[in-house]
């Protein structure tokens, strides 16, 4: 691809940017967000005083699931505030990032920002986005030959264990994030230090309150396992699957954020469920549009793709899980195949 092509097709996004605009979805939507915000932290708070008022019951265990969904909820509200499609200004961002991240799920705001950001700026690449590094899992062929210790072990039956290995998710979040405060580089450090700790020395002191011992234990591996089931079935669908990039693709920033993400269809309780992250493509090309407005843009931006014969790639949730499932199994096959 020669500069001048490079130039031609930069300009592409800010064609598709002007749409956007003038449809008004860039525009923030801060009662959409303090009502949403009421409603989470609402049942966030009501599921405690039901921990609190049960007891010594086994109903705990629905409240543990109940708690799930919810931790996964407000991970996506400090999803869309690091994103700053909440506040304009840096302050209030990360006030709210910490309290709902840190302080309400045990989970480094700081650390993720940092890791998130690096993936949007180059989703699917092998070597740049921390998504796809082949710690555990291998994205593709390339990775599974290069693959050692546990990734290599792993990587043999990845499509089978995908789902299994995500109920370790949620205690993943929380290590990371400590991990990320037991060392220099992260931007308010003992902050968000002391958030974490205070998050779980309320947790576990309220579990070993209320509940005896064994009760205790069981909650937190119900709550820690689905909730990491459900961080991973939100966060699966949107890229595993897709292209991966190496080297220096040739690829303006709408090629390279459209072909390496998959939209995911479906109504009112799709779009509830996956915090609007089912309108993937739209969320990478528009990072801090309102999550609200996702579905608006979707179809200004198929359409657009469709006057480029850019790929746009939309399916069902479980077709998004099949084929991720499958490229895993794929990317596995060398493994197996011991080359």
């Given at each position: 691809?020669?500069?001048?092509?490079?130039?031609?097709?930069?300009?592409?996004?800010?064609?598709?940017?002007?749409?956007?605009?003038?449809?008004?979805?860039?525009?923030?939507?801060?009662?959409?967000?303090?009502?949403?915000?009421?409603?989470?932290?609402?049942?966030?708070?009501?599921?405690?005083?039901?921990?609190?008022?049960?007891?010594?019951?086994?109903?705990?265990?629905?409240v543990a699931a109940f708690q799930a969904v919810m931790f996964a909820q407000i991970a996506?509200?400090?999803?869309?505030?690091?994103?700053?499609?909440?506040?304009?200004?840096?302050?209030?961002?990360?006030?709210a990032g910490m309290l709902v991240g840190n302080l309400g799920i045990g989970m480094s705001y700081g650390w993720w920002m940092d890791k998130h950001t690096r993936h949007h700026a180059n989703p699917n690449h092998e070597e740049l986005d921390p998504d796809v590094d082949p710690d555990i899992f291998v994205w593709s062929k390339g990775q599974a030959g290069k693959a050692s210790g546990v990734a290599r072990f792993i990587g043999r039956y990845q499509a089978f264990l995908f789902f299994p290995m995500l109920t370790l998710?949620?205690?993943?979040?929380?290590v990371s994030g400590i991990r990320a405060v037991c060392?220099?580089?992260?931007?308010?450090?003992?902050?968000?230090?002391?958030?974490?700790?205070?998050?779980?020395?309320?947790?576990?002191?309220?579990?070993?309150?209320?509940?005896?011992?064994?009760?205790?234990v069981l909650f937190?591996?119900?709550?820690?396992?689905?909730?990491?089931?459900?961080?991973?079935?939100?966060?699966?669908?949107?890229?595993?699957?897709?292209?991966?990039?190496?080297?220096?693709p040739e690829l303006d920033f709408l090629r390279k954020q459209v072909?390496?993400?998959r939209n995911v269809r479906g109504g009112v309780v799709t779009d509830v469920a996956l915090g609007g992250l089912n309108y993937q493509i739209e969320h990478h090309l528009f990072?801090?549009?309102?999550?609200?407005?996702?579905?608006?843009?979707?179809?200004i931006v198929q359409e657009y793709c469709a006057e480029l014969d850019i790929p746009y790639l939309?399916?069902?949730?479980?077709?998004?899980?099949?084929?991720?499932l499958t490229h895993l199994h794929e990317a596995g096959a060398p493994l197996r195949n011991g080359s």
């Open positions: 691809m020669t500069t001048d092509n490079l130039v031609h097709t930069g300009s592409d996004f800010a064609r598709l940017s002007q749409r956007i605009s003038a449809a008004g979805l860039m525009v923030r939507r801060p009662g959409y967000y303090t009502a949403r915000f009421a409603v989470v932290g609402g049942l966030f708070a009501a599921g405690w005083v039901a921990f609190a008022l049960l007891g010594n019951s086994w109903w705990q265990l629905a996506l509200l400090s999803h869309d505030l690091a994103h700053k499609q909440v506040f304009r200004r840096r302050r209030p961002t990360e006030i998710e949620g205690l993943n979040l929380h060392k220099p580089g992260l931007r308010r450090r003992w902050v968000e230090a002391s958030l974490l700790a205070t998050h779980i020395v309320v947790y576990l002191g309220a579990l070993l309150i209320v509940l005896p011992p064994g009760k205790a937190f591996v119900v709550h820690q396992a689905l909730w990491g089931i459900y961080m991973g079935s939100i966060f699966a669908p949107n890229h595993k699957g897709m292209p991966t990039l190496t080297g220096r072909l390496t993400s990072p801090s549009m309102p999550s609200v407005h996702l579905g608006r843009a979707q179809p939309e399916t069902s949730l479980i077709e998004s899980y099949r084929q991720a």
